[in-house]
């Protein structure tokens, strides 16, 4: 979820038309949503959680690329008793959701010809929209993807990541584990940082520790703070 405070935008509803888990704390909710609903890649929603007579609006990246007119794609954390969780959790196909946005300036800069992404757990959310949008199209400029995540159990979305770095030279994918072992990269996401970080647009996003920290360390680098986007979840 983004951290971030609703603002007066008008209200705009969407169909649950697709639901399912991609690990065992992430699940994907895909929605219908109005044609006339366009946004950038990296943007989020807002979205209007309601439970009897109390709701809470709560702010979250939206996972499809812009070109996917029609559709409003959320990834979700699944946090046990969580406000929105349960919500989410007990939804059923054909329900209504209520949203405002787009909003956010986590979004893509067409004047850079080198971009790094770099995120942990549901983070990667608004970089997948981008890359989705902009890697395979001209002028395919060169794009890099760190995916941080605890355990290879907690990787999604990795098969349609795969697959798009098979398809396409100019965007390199980097899955790295914390906390488990496996054939891949291992370590934190700065581990996976380019050595020459000049001429280069960098974005994190995820939890608000480790967008602060590679933010800190690009800094201390010499990277322009103009070259740096950043969007820290709660």
Avoid at 143 to 157: E, M, P, W, Y
Wanted: aromatic fraction near 10%; hydrophobic fraction near 35%; charge should be positive.
């Amino acid at each position: 979820m983004v951290q971030k405070c609703s603002v007066a935008i008008p209200e705009q509803t969407a169909i649950l038309k697709e639901k399912k888990h991609l690990t065992k704390d992430v699940m994907l909710l895909s929605f219908d949503a109005p044609s006339s609903f366009s946004f950038q890649a990296g943007q989020y929603t807002i979205i209007k959680i309601v439970n009897g007579p109390e709701f809470r609006m709560k702010s979250y990246s939206i996972l499809n690329p812009p070109s996917k007119r029609g559709k409003l794609d959320l990834c979700v954390k699944i946090i046990p008793g969580g406000f929105a969780s349960e919500i989410f959790k007990s939804m059923n196909l054909g329900a209504t959701l209520t949203f405002r946005g787009p909003l956010g300036h986590l979004t893509f800069d067409e004047h850079s010809n080198e971009h790094w992404f770099i995120s942990n757990g549901t983070g990667v959310v608004p970089f997948y929209s981008m890359l989705m949008e902009y890697v395979p199209h001209p002028p395919q400029k060169k794009c890099t993807l760190i995916f941080g995540v605890r355990s290879k159990a907690d990787l999604f979305l990795h098969q349609e990541l795969q697959e798009l770095a098979a398809q396409n030279s100019n965007f390199t994918y980097i899955p790295t584990l914390s906390k488990d072992s496996w054939e891949g990269s291992m370590g934190r996401v700065q581990v996976h940082l380019p050595e020459n970080m000049q001429d280069k647009t960098f974005y994190i996003c995820g939890l608000k520790e480790m967008v602060l920290e590679t933010q800190e360390l690009l800094l201390s680098k010499g990277v322009a703070k103009e070259r740096i986007r950043v969007e820290r979840y709660t």
